[in-house]
């Protein structure tokens, strides 16, 4: 949006080096937050093999009694949630319906854009700013010890954070790490508005959510941020919860 010259140049070249590989390549575009959920789904249903079990005779057939599961998709600038729910979906936006391998499956699906680990973070520092009265910055959700500078235009170089109007872009901020893993948890949760009314039941910001069913598979930032811990081995919630707050309490 921002450049649709460069885009489409990008588009170009994506298309070029796909058109050498053995597939049926019919174009490269822009997903939409509510494909982008729904293809995950379907990549890591098609992967675990629920949708479909192959043989080796290059056979497939309908594994017996498998359930879907739902995906969890945390990205840099968006997260995706998208499962099979176990009443009709109130709101046609977030109803994705796909028959694969012979079976229709109805789906809810919904992108939350800023709420992927870089913008949320990038939200999350722009909180504490516009909580402080002074440019230095304390983070709970940093190592203690841990400093860095960071301009006031660089900041709010997102369509994420709106600057307020008060703000100086050339104004230089000093962000220093608490190491606070309580105070971290509070600030992001800050973020999110959990109220839902009485009207129906949401995910979170007053987004329309029909209740979680089944199991979830979690992948990419999600992945990425638990193996980096050594957390993707099936450990318990709690035993999670005790080594981020080992980690956050850091040096």
Sequence with gaps: KQNSTKAEQVFAEVAKAIREYPVDFRGAQLLTGSQ????GWITVNYLLETLVKFSFAEKWEHPQDSEVLGALDLGGASTQITFQPGVPVEDRNTSVFFRLYGTNYSLYSHSYLCYGQTQALKMLLAALHQGSSSPQI?????????????????????????APSTASPAQVLRVTGAGDPAGCSAAVQRLFNFSCGA???????????????GQFF??????????????????????????????????
């Design 36 to 39: 982008e959920g729904s293809f």
């Design 138 to 162: 304390s983070h709970p959700c940093y190592p203690e010890g841990y400093q860095e500078n960071i301009t006031v235009a660089e900041l709010y170089d997102s369509p994420c954070v709106r």
């Design 199 to 213: 009207q129906r039941p949401c995910g979170f910001n007053g987004v329309y959510q029909p209740p979680v069913r």
């Design 218 to 251: 979690a992948f990419s930032g999600f992945y990425h941020t638990l193996h980096f811990l050594n957390l993707t081995g099936g450990q318990s919630l709690s035993s999670v919860n005790d080594t981020i707050g080992q980690f956050c309490a850091s040096s």
